[in-house]
């Protein structure tokens, strides 16, 4: 003898079983809306995912000190450019203040044999790759020696490499930006492409005194780069790196910056909420199909009720109470949402690893979003089932054995 809820499932497969085309088009209904709903929110996680790690790229705990050269404050005074004077007073005087880069960078052509291309130029220091977390994958990187004696050698970005080299050995080869002449140290590890598009590697680095020295810039550095000594702790050391540019700069008290502060942190910040909104609209957008798996459920149910209605006089008759009725129609209800969620959560893992790949995102299968949806898709079979079976249960058993 089977367990009472045992013989009820049974019963409910074997019921199930006698429709077997309207049963699968109901079930299908369900497994579409649960794997939208798991594609979908897979989907925003993936894009999220991916687009973090584009700016985790560009490092998302430095501090990006740019001067506003060029224009005049309220008061009339021109706004001063960044020089070493800001960059030693920030190594000098910043407590919670790690490593101070100042940079230049200018777009320009340069030249290798026949070949000439357009990249972006960085005069700048050996903390440039600490920095910015990016390591040298050939030779080195120009150190504190070279700043000092000007030396002429560069390091390029890999696109930069592969167009002007092919694939002959890059380093040790000339490299011509007007009349200077830089040798080739080192190769940067390949970071790719950045949230915008454009091509991360397609650099060149140089001691920043090398570059002062033959291109030159008369507005000073383009900007200076710190990190502070707790990522944690980016407030602070914000706070304290615009209080020493203002002395450096000898600002009053009413006086504006003439420089600001940003951060790729607050970049992030921003597309994250941006990337959750997507998401839960996405979520949204989906969990729709599942409430339309839902009617179909019931739509099928009520059906069913109306063609068993002398099936269901006869069990009234011998015995069975409401009770037992609205049970084994409920036990049909989850019996189908069950089988089509399970359907929906196979279907809807299979289309994010089919997808993932061609669109250039990391499978974000999270568990708990599977395992939510699966038992929301059950639970929506549930809820759409017991106006059927209430309706079954409240059957008046003699009218329901006079009908054929």
Not at 163 to 171: A, I, S
Not at 369 to 375: E, I, P, Q, Y
Not at 390 to 398: E, G, H, S
Request: net charge neutral; aromatic share 6%; proline share 5%.
């Amino acid at each position: 003898m089977l367990p009472r809820h045992t013989e009820t499932v049974t019963q409910a497969f074997q019921v199930l079983l006698r429709s077997p085309g309207r049963s699968a088009l109901t079930v299908l209904g369900l497994a579409i809306g649960v794997a939208a709903f798991i594609a979908m929110v897979s989907f925003g996680i993936g894009a999220r995912k991916s687009v973090m790690a584009q700016f985790e790229a560009l490092g998302t705990h430095v501090l990006n000190l740019k001067t506003r050269v060029g224009t005049i404050g309220p008061t009339g005074r021109m706004a001063r450019p960044l020089t070493d004077a800001e960059a030693s007073a920030l190594k000098r005087l910043g407590t919670t203040l790690d490593k101070v880069v100042p940079i230049y960078r200018r777009t320009r052509y340069v030249s290798a044999g026949s070949k000439n291309h357009r990249l972006l130029m960085y005069g700048t220091h050996p903390g440039f790759t600490a920095l910015r977390q990016w390591p040298v994958d050939q030779g080195g990187m120009f150190t504190d020696e070279d700043v000092a004696g000007a030396t002429r050698v560069c390091v390029v970005g890999a696109s930069t490499a592969k167009f002007l080299f092919g694939d002959d050995e890059p380093l040790g080869k000339a490299i011509s930006i007007d009349n200077l002449v830089c040798r080739v140290i080192g190769v940067l590890a390949p970071k790719g492409s950045s949230v915008g598009g454009s091509d991360l590697d397609d650099l060149l680095l140089m001691p920043a005194t090398t570059y002062a020295a033959w291109i030159g810039d008369p507005e000073g550095y383009t900007f200076i780069d710190v990190s502070p000594k707790d990522p944690d702790n980016m407030a602070a050391a914000r706070a304290e790196a615009i209080e020493i540019l203002r002395m450096a700069h000898q600002l009053p008290p009413e006086e504006p910056d003439d420089f600001y502060v940003g951060s790729p942190e607050d970049v992030v910040k921003a597309a994250e909420q941006t990337a959750g909104i997507l998401t839960r609209l996405l979520a949204g957008i989906a969990a729709v199909s599942l409430l339309v798996g839902g009617i179909g459920i019931m739509n099928i149910l009520l059906v069913s009720v109306t063609e068993r209605t002398h099936e269901i006089g006869i069990r009234s008759a011998i015995g069975a109470s409401p009770r037992q009725i609205l049970t084994q129609f409920l036990a049909e209800a989850i019996t189908l949402s069950f089988v089509g969620s399970l359907a929906g959560a196979t279907m809807g893992i299979i289309a994010v690893l089919l997808m993932a790949k061609p669109l250039g995102w990391s499978s974000a299968i999270d568990p708990w979003v599977v395992a939510g949806s699966t038992l929301f898709g059950v639970g929506v079979g549930v809820v759409f089932g017991f106006t059927p079976a209430r309706r079954a249960a409240r059957m008046d058993p003699i009218q329901a054995l006079r009908r054929e």
